[in-house]
Antibody, heavy 116, light 110 residues
Framework: EVQVVESGGGLVQPGGSLRLSCAAS????????INWVRQAPGKGPEWVSV???????YYADSLRDRFTISRDKSKNTVFLQMNRLRVEDTAVYYC??????????WGQGALVTVSS | QSALTQPPSAAGSPGQSVTISCTGA?????????VSWYQQYPGKAPKLMIY???KRPSGVPDRFSGSKSDNTASLTVSGLQAEDEADYYC??????????FGGGTKLTVL
């Protein structure tokens, strides 16, 4: 069964850091690319970042200076390192497998709350 | 890129058809064929319903269909059922290794 599972969410103070993990099963990171998509309370989803099968990475313009996507192929896991977090980064963060330029498999999400 | 524009709400009675629009700039639609639609229930993750404008993943009922004309994509739900009541989001790959989403449409089955 194709599945992705996020972990690492939590409460962090403004200016702090957090690292999210996305464990993939049923497929490998060398065959499919992985995206991070976030959704603030009551809002539509917002694309955050992608890591392609080659390891090439891209980010939303507003986040590239603070967020870093990476992967550990041996663990079939993708990470999202988030630094200098702001209150407006509060959201549920989903990892989603990319296929045909769409997101076909989503995790349950990891809630990130940035608050003092 | 700004978000794609969707109507905040749509409604229909059981058995009827409802169409949800998704409008953006030409730059939002890049290669023009990478529009997708997602269904989301409260507290749940989005689910892919349509990809590449009008293709349905395995398991998605054929009551769901997609189309696109110029800078407006549309999702049509035919033969509305109670379980179709959810939020629906469109998304487009812009062609520059960047995706945009719509603000969402809440579909109510009357």
């Amino acid at each position: 069964e194709v599945q992705v599972v996020e972990s690492g969410g939590g409460l962090v103070q403004p200016g702090g850091s957090l690292r999210l993990s996305c464990a993939a099963s049923g497929f490998t990171l060398t065959d499919n690319y992985i995206n991070w998509v976030r959704q603030a309370p009551g809002k539509g989803p917002e694309w955050v970042s992608v890591i392609y099968t080659t390891g090439t990475t891209y980010y939303a313009d507003s986040l590239r200076d603070r967020f870093t996507i990476s992967r550990d192929k041996s663990k079939n896991t993708v990470f999202l390192q988030m630094n200098r977090l702001r209150v407006e980064d509060t959201a549920v963060y989903y990892c989603a497998r990319g296929v045909n330029r769409a997101f076909d498999t989503w995790g349950q999400g990891a809630l990130v709350t940035v608050s003092s | 890129q700004s978000a794609l524009t969707q109507p905040p709400s749509a409604a229909g009675s059981p058995g009827q058809s409802v169409t949800i629009s998704c409008t953006g700039a030409s730059s939002d639609f890049g290669d023009k064929k990478y529009v997708s639609w997602y269904q989301q229930y409260p507290g749940k993750a989005p689910k892919l319903m349509i990809y590449e404008v009008n293709k349905r993943p395995s398991g998605v009922p054929d009551r769901f269909s997609g189309s696109k004309s110029d800078n407006t994509a549309s999702l049509t739900v035919s033969g509305l059922q109670a379980e179709d009541e959810a939020d629906y989001y469109c998304s487009s790959y812009t062609g520059n290794d960047f995706w945009v989403f719509g603000g969402g449409t809440k579909l109510t089955v009357l």
